[in-house]
């Protein structure tokens, strides 16, 4: 049984749906469930997809979204459901059948081999042989060359695919999906990790993929991607299925109230954050980071925060963002600089000193460097405190339960009891787990690396909560957030980097999106700016995030315009 499904599975029809009327779907889902004990995963979830369509499957933090994609391409055995595939009974029980059935999955974490070229990670398991059977790693390479040049994706196809970022990993992924002509290519949070232009790039594969015949699902919490791109929307909330309908008829405030569960009047017209405003501070800095220098990576960065405020870090990727808060943290060799903690010099290059000076770092990759995924939450979070559970040396393991206890209620990690596994849990969740085992070590400074990446509305506006309130009880933060929203409604001021230099610094009335976006860009702010946000392609934009020409979506609905569905149709025409 479904929950408050609005539009039947079975409507196919709506504005931008690009496929021949009447076509059979490719992949059906009826009913399925799926629990990890005590938690109930997925109850009866729905879902259908089309050829030639773009689906988005949305919900918040723990909806059941990964848990979907999972027992669909056979990482996780379903409890119960149908499951067809190309009209046939199907249950995948492993990846690699999915996989030899034509269903690719590109996961937000890159599932992919580092050590290895970028052409051999394309190819993996398939790769090109000679007469006596060795790899052809010529015609590898040639082909892989071809495939990324044909995708507009600028990589040496010879070079170690681990010496790439996150974004250019990204897109490999994506050119491995393509590569193996799929029939379902499944796209869970593939922007997080891109700048714009890789995004258009991303973008226009998959419109390609579409008119091809094949069937996308699309997994993104930046929801004004959603109408750039999809056809319809599937919402999950706490494991049902609450709607399935075409994009084009539903608005950005509905579309988050299904997600949440509140009623549309609950909800902001445009989603904005949950930061409540500017932050209270004390006046002399209690980080002070000046003249700072990282080989080939920063140069005379200079950073200084104070007791109670939040202090934005804006750039693109590859500006020096992680870098910085890495060399503070003294998790970089850095050339020159100096740190200082309420007054304090912190021995470069030592990660145990900073936290002894009350130093802690949430980092970007909370995969590769953060969470222990086949420990336990309750392991997970207490790591970095056990010394200090100890008596006599031996740990008390009643003050780490109380401690993971008053952490869990506090930030509302989602698990079925403190023993639960991590990587059982959703990346809302993890993360959260992360900052409990940081907020454990009674941090002074706290840097956040990108801590709403790859969350959901709902988890990221807990989140962003609860930095309001970090800062409230006087901790110094740094934010790093690709969101400009979170910098310009979050920070008290933003330090802007480009290739590895200080840009500028946005506080006060200065502090907007169009001066922000120019500053990203690395140029200088106009200081006759009126102030006037700008929307995520630069264009002003009026107070609802629209277009100030009226070009964008409709103000207040989310909607895509008249043009962008009148190009969906042109393209529709094109492709019969």
């Given at each position: 049984?479904?929950?408050?499904?609005?539009?039947?599975?079975?409507?196919?029809?709506?504005?931008?749906?690009?496929?021949p009327p009447?076509?059979?779907?490719?992949?059906?889902?009826?009913g399925?469930?799926?629990?990890?004990?005590?938690?109930?995963?997925?109850?009866?979830v729905?879902?259908?997809?089309?050829?030639?369509?773009?689906?988005?499957?949305?919900?918040?933090?723990?909806?059941?979204?990964?848990?979907?994609?999972?027992?669909?391409?056979?990482?996780?055995?379903?409890?119960?459901g149908?499951?067809?595939?190309?009209?046939?009974?199907?249950?995948?029980?492993?990846?690699?059948?999915?996989?030899?059935?034509?269903?690719?999955?590109?996961?937000?974490?890159?599932?992919?081999?580092?050590?290895?070229?970028?052409?051999?990670?394309?190819?993996?398991?398939?790769?090109?042989?000679?007469?006596?059977?060795?790899?052809?790693?010529?015609?590898?390479?040639?082909?892989?060359?071809?495939?990324?040049?044909?995708?507009?994706?600028?990589?040496?196809?010879?070079?170690?695919?681990?010496?790439?970022?996150?974004?250019?990993?990204?897109?490999?992924?994506?050119?491995?999906?393509?590569?193996?002509?799929?029939?379902?290519?499944?796209?869970?949070?593939?922007?997080?990790?891109?700048?714009?232009?890789?995004?258009?790039?991303?973008?226009?594969?998959?419109?390609?993929?579409r008119?091809?015949?094949?069937?996308?699902v699309?997994?993104?919490?930046?929801?004004?991607?959603?109408?750039?791109?999809?056809?319809?929307?599937?919402?999950?909330?706490?494991?049902?299925?609450?709607?399935?309908?075409?994009?084009?008829?539903?608005?950005?405030?509905?579309?988050?109230s299904?997600?949440?569960?509140?009623d549309?009047?609950?909800?902001?017209?445009?989603?904005?954050?949950?930061?409540?405003?500017?932050?209270?501070?004390?006046?002399?800095?209690?980080?002070?980071?000046?003249?700072i220098?990282?080989?080939?990576?920063?140069?005379?960065?200079?950073?200084?925060?104070?007791?109670?405020?939040?202090?934005?870090?804006?750039?693109?990727?590859?500006?020096?963002?992680?870098?910085?808060?890495?060399?503070?943290?003294?998790?970089?060799?850095?050339?020159?600089?100096?740190?200082?903690?309420?007054?304090?010099n912190?021995?470069?290059?030592?990660?145990?000193h900073?936290?002894?000076?009350?130093?802690?770092?949430?980092?970007?990759?909370?995969?590769?460097?953060g969470?222990?995924?086949?420990?336990?939450?309750?392991?997970n979070i207490?790591?970095?405190?056990?010394?200090?559970?100890?008596?006599g040396?031996i740990?008390?393991?009643?003050?780490?339960?109380?401690?993971?206890?008053?952490?869990?209620?506090?930030?509302?990690?989602?698990?079925?009891?403190?023993?639960?596994?991590?990587?059982?849990?959703?990346?809302?969740?993890?993360?959260?787990?992360?900052?409990?085992?940081?907020?454990?070590?009674?941090?002074?400074?706290?840097?956040?690396?990108e801590?709403?990446?790859?969350?959901?509305?709902?988890?990221?506006?807990?989140v962003?909560?609860?930095?309001?309130?970090?800062?409230?009880?006087?901790?110094?933060?740094?934010?790093?957030?690709?969101?400009?929203?979170?910098?310009?409604?979050?920070?008290?001021?933003?330090?802007?980097?480009?290739?590895?230099r200080?840009?500028?610094?946005?506080?006060?009335?200065?502090?907007?999106?169009?001066?922000?976006?120019?500053?990203?860009?690395?140029e200088?702010?106009?200081?006759?700016?009126d102030?006037?946000?700008?929307?995520?392609?630069?264009?002003?934009?009026?107070?609802?995030?629209?277009?100030?020409?009226?070009?964008?979506?409709?103000?207040?609905?989310?909607?895509?315009?008249?043009?962008v569905?009148?190009?969906?149709?042109?393209?529709?025409?094109?492709?019969?």
């Amino acid at each position: 049984m479904t929950e408050e499904t609005t539009v039947a599975d079975d409507d196919v029809s709506g504005p931008g749906t690009l496929r021949p009327p009447g076509a059979a779907p490719l992949v059906q889902v009826r009913g399925a469930t799926k629990s990890f004990g005590g938690v109930q995963a997925l109850r009866g979830v729905d879902l259908t997809l089309l050829p030639g369509e773009i689906h988005a499957l949305v919900g918040e933090n723990g909806a059941g979204k990964s848990t979907l994609i999972k027992v669909l391409t056979g990482v996780y055995a379903p409890d119960g459901g149908e499951f067809r595939y190309g009209g046939e009974p199907v249950r995948f029980a492993r990846p690699a059948d999915a996989q030899r059935a034509g269903i690719s999955t590109i996961y937000q974490e890159v599932n992919l081999v580092p050590l290895l070229s970028v052409a051999r990670n394309i190819y993996l398991g398939r790769e090109p042989r000679t007469r006596w059977g060795t790899v052809d790693v010529g015609a590898m390479n040639r082909r892989a060359a071809q495939l990324v040049g044909d995708l507009g994706i600028d990589v040496d196809v010879t070079g170690e695919l681990g010496r790439l970022g996150l974004g250019a990993q990204q897109m490999v992924a994506l050119a491995r999906a393509v590569s193996v002509e799929s029939r379902v290519v499944i796209m869970d949070e593939p922007t997080s990790s891109l700048e714009p232009a890789e995004v258009e790039t991303l973008f226009g594969v998959a419109r390609n993929l579409r008119r091809s015949g094949t069937a996308l699902v699309f997994v993104s919490h930046r929801l004004d991607e959603l109408w750039q791109l999809c056809d319809r929307v599937t919402v999950l909330r706490d494991g049902h299925h609450v709607h399935t309908g075409p994009m084009a008829e539903l608005d950005r405030v509905t579309l988050v109230s299904h997600m949440l569960g509140k009623d549309a009047s609950e909800v902001g017209a445009q989603g904005v954050t949950e930061f409540a405003g500017k932050h209270r501070h004390g006046d002399a800095p209690v980080l002070d980071a000046s003249g700072i220098a990282v080989r080939s990576r920063l140069s005379d960065v200079a950073l200084q925060v104070r007791p109670g405020e939040v202090v934005g870090l804006g750039g693109l990727l590859g500006s020096g963002r992680s870098e910085t808060v890495k060399a503070i943290y003294g998790d970089l060799p850095v050339e020159s600089g100096r740190v200082s903690v309420a007054g304090r010099n912190l021995r470069a290059g030592s990660v145990r000193h900073a936290l002894k000076a009350g130093v802690a770092l949430l980092s970007e990759d909370r995969k590769a460097e953060g969470i222990i995924p086949d420990l336990s939450v309750r392991d997970n979070i207490a790591l970095a405190v056990l010394p200090r559970m100890a008596r006599g040396g031996i740990v008390v393991e009643s003050r780490i339960d109380a401690l993971v206890e008053t952490f869990m209620t506090r930030l509302k990690i989602k698990a079925a009891d403190t023993g639960q596994k991590v990587r059982e849990l959703s990346g809302g969740n993890q993360q959260k787990v992360l900052i409990a085992r940081w907020l454990c070590t009674e941090p002074t400074v706290f840097l956040l690396d990108e801590p709403t990446r790859g969350i959901d509305v709902g988890a990221k506006q807990e989140v962003q909560a609860l930095i309001d309130e970090l800062a409230g009880h006087g901790l110094a933060v740094v934010l790093i957030s690709s969101e400009m929203e979170e910098l310009v409604e979050g920070a008290d001021r933003v330090v802007v980097l480009h290739a590895g230099r200080v840009e500028a610094e946005l506080s006060g009335s200065e502090l907007s999106h169009s001066r922000l976006l120019t500053a990203l860009a690395g140029e200088s702010a106009d200081p006759a700016d009126d102030g006037q946000p700008a929307g995520d392609d630069g264009q002003p934009t009026d107070g609802a995030g629209q277009p100030a020409d009226g070009s964008g979506p409709s103000a207040g609905t989310g909607q895509p315009t008249a043009a962008v569905r009148t190009a969906a149709k042109e393209e529709e025409d094109g492709r019969g």
